[in-house]
């Protein structure tokens, strides 16, 4: 909307850049083009407003499907006036001098023309297509129809109007045909889901039975490691055991045969001694058998003086001494002589 001040009864107008202005005073055409800045009188001027930016118009609609299905087609279409000559003559783009606001709605006028024309090709395309077609490939063709209906439409050239582009944003049928139409997508992937599932769960179990069974050859193999270690363990002792008995035999027998060289050692040193003593005891029993009585009774006090306790001194009594002197006179012939 163009800016509009107001000085001691006039008016000055300043439009924007993208805003045609045309300003007729009395029936003449005095200011025409974009971005205009210029004063007026509001009781002579008619002003127009006409805006060249391009411009987007947002559009929904229902149409139907050749298996007579409901559909809800959302599309965008890009214009803009090109002519804004035409445009001002066909549609009413004129604006209040006081205020700068239009008096009519030619956007809205614009807006649905696009917007029919649009929705009749859109209709004659869906019309002839099946939903599913439609809801796949509709949008490409509903795209294309509408653009070639809106660039042959007569109208908009005449009101100076250019279509820029056309975009169709999408196709949807309806809430419950929408689900039903979801439903078997959903189930196969489900089904493949699941198929997932129960290849992951079939993997985790054949690595749990492979876990398992190596787990159990490893058991095996080291039950019959242990199994050889206790044989092996019996074997050493069992050798050490006979190693033990041999080292003890071969001890023994050496104890053995040592105490037998003793004993017969001991043996001949006793018979050694035994002969010696007999020949000793035979040359004694030979000397005392070839000397007298008395003699022997000599040898014998003697003998017994011998193994007697000492005596340093020895009081005798002429009487025990006579006595005794007179035994040992009858005695011994010698001590008679």
Do not use: C
Not at 28 to 40: C, I, K
Not at 141 to 152: C, H, I, K, N, P
Not at 156 to 183: K, M, Q, S
Not at 277 to 298: C, I, N, P, Y
Request: proline share 4%; aromatic share 4%; hydrophobic share 45%.
């Amino acid at each position: 909307m163009a800016d509009i001040t107001r000085r001691f009864g006039w008016r000055h107008l300043r439009s924007a850049p993208t805003a045609h202005i045309r300003h007729h005073k009395r029936g003449v055409l005095v200011h025409d083009g974009a971005g205009l800045s210029f004063w007026y009188r509001s009781l002579s001027a008619a002003l127009s407003e006409v805006p060249v930016n391009d411009r987007e118009l947002a559009m929904g609609f229902h149409a139907r499907t050749a298996d007579f299905q409901d559909v809800t087609v959302q599309a965008t279409v890009t214009y803009r006036i090109s002519d804004p000559a035409e445009a001002a003559a066909r549609l009413d783009f004129s604006v209040d001098p006081d205020t700068g606001a239009w008096r009519g709605a030619p956007l809205e006028q614009i807006a649905t023309l696009l917007t029919e024309t649009a929705q009749q090709h859109t209709l004659d395309v869906l019309a002839r297509t099946p939903l599913a077609a439609a809801l796949v490939d509709g949008v490409a063709a509903v795209r294309e129809r509408v653009a070639a209906g809106l660039a042959g439409e007569p109208r908009l050239p005449a009101t100076g109007i250019d279509v820029v582009a056309v975009r169709v944003v999408a196709i949807r049928p309806e809430a419950e045909v929408e689900r039903a139409l979801r439903t078997p997508a959903r189930e196969q992937i489900q089904q493949e889901a699941d198929r997932a599932t129960y290849e992951r769960r079939a993997v985790a179990v054949e690595r749990e039975r492979t876990i398992a069974e190596n787990e159990l050859a490893s058991q095996i193999e080291l039950a019959r490691r242990e199994e050889q270690l206790v044989e092996q363990r019996g074997t050493n002792t069992r050798r050490e055991a006979e190693e033990h008995a041999a080292a003890d035999g071969v001890r023994a027998e050496a104890e053995a045969a040592r105490t037998v060289r003793l004993a017969r050692a001991e043996a001949e040193a006793a018979r050694e001694v035994g002969a010696a003593r007999a020949e000793s005891q035979a040359a004694w029993l030979r000397v005392h058998g070839e000397v007298d009585a008395a003699t022997l009774h000599a040898l014998a006090v003697t003998r017994l003086a011998e193994n007697l306790p000492r005596i340093d001194s020895l009081t005798l009594s002429p009487d025990v001494l006579t006595g005794l002197l007179t035994k040992l006179g009858r005695a011994t012939p010698e001590a008679r002589a």
